[in-house]
């Protein structure tokens, strides 16, 4: 009797998921960062859009979003709420009023500038390895962002 399909083939084990891997570590990391950003009032979203705009200032929100893979909608509020704080100030472009364009203020700065994240850099484990681990995963992502784009229609 030749063996049913079910029994010819394990079952996949989540262990052995990669993007499992890389969902959980995400979730670990947000746990490990919620106590350093509630002290400063931030979510962990927040927290990386002040991030970004310490690298690249007066940008607009599309170029925003697309740096930190987040959709317009989602990002708006984050940015409201950031402006509400005075982290940062939205306004039109001038040359195209259709765009807003965000500028990180000295509040905004300075924060970034604290580093809270700084504090996880033991906790990861990985030592030496951290900076390696991280091209690594940037090489992952890139490559599926690669990938997504050469199979939409």
Known sequence: ???????????????????????????????????????????YTQYITLVALAEEDDVTVSALGEKLFLESN???????????????????????????????????RALVDQDPGAALLDATGLGADFFKVQREIVELRDNLVRHNRAAAP
């Open 1 to 43: 009797m030749p063996p049913s399909p079910k029994a010819a083939k394990p079952a996949p084990q989540l262990s052995n998921f990669i993007c499992f891997a890389v969902y959980s570590a995400n979730l670990a990391f947000g746990r490990a960062y919620k106590p350093l950003l509630d002290k400063l009032g931030l979510t």
């Open 74 to 108: 989602t990002l708006t509020p984050i940015l409201k709420k950031l402006e509400s704080l005075g982290y940062l100030q939205r306004k039109r472009d001038a040359a195209d009023e259709r765009q807003v364009r965000i500028a990180l203020l000295p509040p905004g």
